[in-house]
């Protein structure tokens, strides 16, 4: 019979702990097949780590290890995949905002052939502006990548053993796993669902992690910015060579372009905004290649993605 494992990245999720091994220990339950469920202590402050230890007694199917400090959500995501023995992997996150009850759809999908199973949010409960700035990136990234990214796809999916063997083979550290999972390749199909509020507790995600998720995918998948770059000069260069006929024509016809109120004057404003125009232009293409070029800095350091400080039911070892 299949092994079906479970990856559950925790940080900071005491209060909405007891609630997910309810739930998603009863959805186990009806699988009616082995299953593991390994949850990633990312760094917690509070009881987490505690917590999941506990449950670990309990019941040896819940397994856990924890990081030495907060490595992040990526990064927790794929330590559970380095250590997930199962024929099939769920990816889910603590806050049950993903009902557990879904991956049963999900397994369906995966039993009829399909490798990566992705769920996408039909309905998403979350402040009018996030929701208009994940609407917004996803098409975003959509339109700028090669790659036929899904639209309002979270990390909740499902990936064949094969998939996560590919995933975990990458070395690079600036994780997108979203977007890895498509760039695999295999049978991928979707299924939707009604994305709840949070359980419990309060929201983990800031806006700077999010901000930060989402450079990482259009760095990490797109070379569009650097073109943008190119764009962008190339504009300004034809806005400058227009500014400079027109300037000549002024002077040229002086007294034409008086009568219709466009006489030349002293000519220290347009001075001033252009050059912060291209000030502007000049910093944006700086940053535009500051992104690649730290991303290039971090590759290039090879430094192991996470630092493990303890573990139960896992054997700690370190991905190399």
Known sequence: MPKISVVVPCFNEEDVLPRLFERLGAVAATWNTDYEIISVDDGSRDRTWEILKTQNAKDSRWCTLSFARNFGHQTAVSAGLYFATGDAVVVIDADLQDPPEEISRLLEQWRAGFEVVFATRKKRRDPRLKKILAWGFYRLLQKMTPLPMARDAGDFCLLDKRVVAVMNSLPERSRYLR???????????????????????????TFKKSFKLAMDGLFSFSAAPLRLATYLGLWVSGFAFFGVMFTLAQKIFAAQFAKIGLAPGAGFPTIVISVLFL?????????????YIGRIYEEVKGRP????????GLTPIEKK
């Open 179 to 205: 977007g890895l999972r498509t760039w695999c390749g295999f049978r991928q199909t979707m299924v939707e669902f009604d994305r709840a509020e949070r359980a419990a507790g309060v929201p983990q995600y």
């Open 279 to 291: 000030g502007g232009v000049q910093l944006i293409c700086l940053g535009i290649l500051g992104e």
């Open 305 to 312: 993605l996470w630092i493990i400080r303890d573990s139960a």
